[in-house]
């Protein structure tokens, strides 16, 4: 007698959610593309989020929330299938990554909407350390969470061929790229790695929602 197929329970919702969040990250970028860089000047970020910026401000801090709330049922939905393959620590370190990534979007986006709300003859070095604390926790907070998901899930699946192997493989070096990029601390070069997790760990995650949607078909 042959072995029942996988159900699908639980990974059509991952794709759905996966979806969702890579829709809102996309316009959250559109919303944000004039975001001055992390060297601005305090009196530049007072000129961008408090003078010319308002309403952008606010629907990017929207964006921003949304899309981290939906980090919280993908990571649960991914360490249920993680789980089903007898792979509790994986489950574990994916479900506590989505939490921490959740918080740490959700940080930066609170902290963007309070920039956005100073009075305009706010001091310079305000603005410039609530801009600090945005970047380090959506940029360098989110690519270590990020990097906790993404491994947990490779490391868990990858060798029950639930996910392809190159996804497999490109998901663990999405991982290496987050956890890398914590060297920003020392040399602010490093932060090239936090788009590369933020976008291409966006793409990865919608590549491997798909593909373990066809492995449970």
Same mark, same amino acid.
């Not at 007898?86 to 479900?95: H, L, R, V, W």
């Not at 609170?110 to 940029?139: H, K, N, V």
């Not at 987050?178 to 790695?193: K, P, Q």
């Given at each position: 007698?042959?072995?029942?197929?996988?159900?699908?329970?639980?990974?059509?919702?991952?794709?759905?959610?996966?979806?969702?969040?890579?829709?809102?990250?996309?316009?959250?970028?559109?919303?944000?593309?004039?975001?001055?860089?992390?060297?601005?000047?305090?009196?530049?970020?007072?000129?961008?989020?408090?003078?010319?910026?308002?309403?952008?401000?606010?629907?990017?801090?929207?964006?921003?929330?949304?899309?981290?709330?939906?980090?919280?049922?993908?990571?649960?939905?991914?360490?249920?299938?993680?789980?089903?393959?007898?792979?509790?620590?994986?489950?574990?370190?994916?479900?506590?990554?989505?939490?921490?990534?959740?918080?740490?979007?959700?940080?930066?986006?609170?902290?963007?909407?309070?920039?956005? *709300? #100073?009075?305009? /003859?706010?001091? !310079?070095?305000?603005?410039? $350390?609530? +801009?600090?604390?945005? @970047?380090? =926790?959506?940029? %360098?907070?989110?690519?270590?969470?990020?990097?906790?998901?993404?491994?947990?899930?490779?490391?868990?699946?990858?060798?029950? *061929? #639930?996910?392809? /192997?190159?996804? !497999?493989?490109?998901?663990? $070096?999405? +991982?290496?790229?987050? @956890?890398? =990029?914590?060297? %920003?601390?020392?040399?602010?070069?490093?932060?090239?790695?936090?788009?590369?997790?933020?976008?291409?760990?966006?793409?990865?995650?919608?590549?491997?929602?798909?593909?373990?949607?066809?492995?449970? $078909?």
């Amino acid at each position: 007698m042959s072995a029942p197929a996988p159900s699908l329970r639980g990974s059509v919702p991952l794709l759905a959610a996966t979806l969702a969040y890579a829709v809102l990250t996309a316009a959250y970028v559109v919303a944000n593309s004039s975001t001055p860089q992390p060297g601005a000047s305090g009196d530049d970020l007072l000129r961008y989020y408090v003078r010319d910026r308002g309403t952008a401000i606010d629907l990017g801090a929207f964006l921003l929330v949304a899309a981290a709330l939906l980090m919280v049922p993908i990571a649960a939905f991914l360490a249920r299938l993680v789980r089903r393959e007898q792979s509790a620590a994986g489950a574990a370190t994916a479900f506590a990554g989505g939490v921490l990534a959740t918080a740490a979007l959700a940080s930066s986006a609170a902290l963007t909407w309070t920039l956005g *709300r #100073l009075p305009e /003859r706010s001091p !310079a070095a305000l603005a410039r $350390a609530l +801009a600090d604390l945005s @970047f380090l =926790a959506g940029g %360098l907070g989110y690519a270590v969470s990020f990097a906790l998901l993404a491994a947990g899930t490779c490391l868990a699946v990858g060798g029950k *061929r #639930l996910l392809p /192997r190159a996804c !497999a493989t490109t998901g663990l $070096a999405i +991982a290496a790229a987050g @956890f890398a =990029a914590t060297l %920003l601390l020392l040399v602010f070069g490093f932060s090239y790695l936090l788009p590369v997790v933020r976008f291409g760990g966006t793409a990865w995650l919608v590549w491997a929602a798909i593909a373990l949607v066809r492995s449970r $078909a």
